[in-house]
T-cell receptor, first 114, second 117 residues
Framework: DTEVTQTPKHLVMGMTNKKSLKCEQH?????MYWYKQKAKKPPELMFV???????INESVPSRFSPECPNSSLLNLHLHALQPEDSALYLC?????????????FGSGTRLTVV | AQTVTQSQPEMSVQEAETVTLSCTYD???????LFWYKQPPSRQMILVIR??????QNATENRFSVNFQKAAKSFSLKISDSQLGDAAMYFC??????????????FGEGTQLTVNP
């Protein structure tokens, strides 16, 4: 299995809703990442997990709450989002300490906040 | 801070022709890695080619090759025999390792490539 699977593919939520994005990989990667991507822009790093511990938080607002319950699973919990949070959310994974293999990305969740 | 610059927001090429996408980067690190990713309308980020900074030899993957100029901090992508399926947004990316906080992958602004039949 050489894929990163993200669910759901599309999500529409109201500003008062609570929802979660899910990311799963079975490649044995011990680093996982959340990126936010606006249309026609590059992905922007949000969070990095290394060995299931949060190692980087790029000053993301607290309405985004990441969770890494095990080495294969990464969640992003969403609460009280704003319309400007509408974007493509990409999950990625990689080996730790093997830098030349790049990241493997999922196909993303298209989030619309109404 | 490490930055990646792609100066060509859009490029177009005729099918079967060759096109070169430019990328420059700024870093004070000596050990790092460079990548080109492709993002078609399906949104999947696909790794096209990678280059280790310590290697002088330019990487090649089938129709894709790079021109890596470390002193100039330049990393261009050449696509030969362009195909319609090559149409996508191409991102240049730089990866480096931080001892205390894992690795970071930083992207350029992207180049939208159109392939004309």
């Amino acid at each position: 299995d050489t894929e990163v699977t993200q669910t759901p593919k599309h999500l529409v939520m109201g500003m008062t809703n609570k929802k979660s994005l899910k990311c799963e990989q079975h490649m044995g990667h011990r680093a996982m990442y959340w990126y936010k991507q606006k249309a026609k822009k590059p992905p922007e790093l949000m969070f990095v997990y290394s060995y299931e511990k949060l190692s980087i938080n790029e000053s993301v607002p607290s309405r985004f709450s990441p969770e890494c319950p095990n080495s294969s699973l990464l969640n992003l919990h969403l609460h009280a989002l704003q319309p400007e949070d509408s974007a493509l959310y990409l999950c990625a994974s990689s080996q730790v300490g093997i830098q030349n293999y790049g990241y493997t990305f999922g196909s993303g969740t298209r989030l619309t906040v109404v | 801070a490490q930055t990646v610059t792609q100066s060509q927001p859009e490029m177009s090429v005729q099918e079967a022709e060759t096109v070169t996408l430019s990328c420059t980067y700024d870093t004070s690190e000596s050990d790092y890695y460079l990548f080109w990713y492709k993002q078609p309308p399906s949104r999947q980020m696909i790794l096209v080619i990678r280059q280790e900074a310590y290697k002088q030899q330019n990487a090649t993957e089938n129709r894709f090759s790079v021109n890596f100029q470390k002193a100039a901090k330049s990393f261009s992508l050449k696509i030969s025999d362009s195909q319609l399926g090559d149409a996508a947004m191409y991102f240049c990316a730089y990866r480096y390792f931080l001892e205390t906080s894992g690795s970071r992958l930083t992207f350029g602004e992207g180049t939208q490539l159109t392939v004309n039949p």
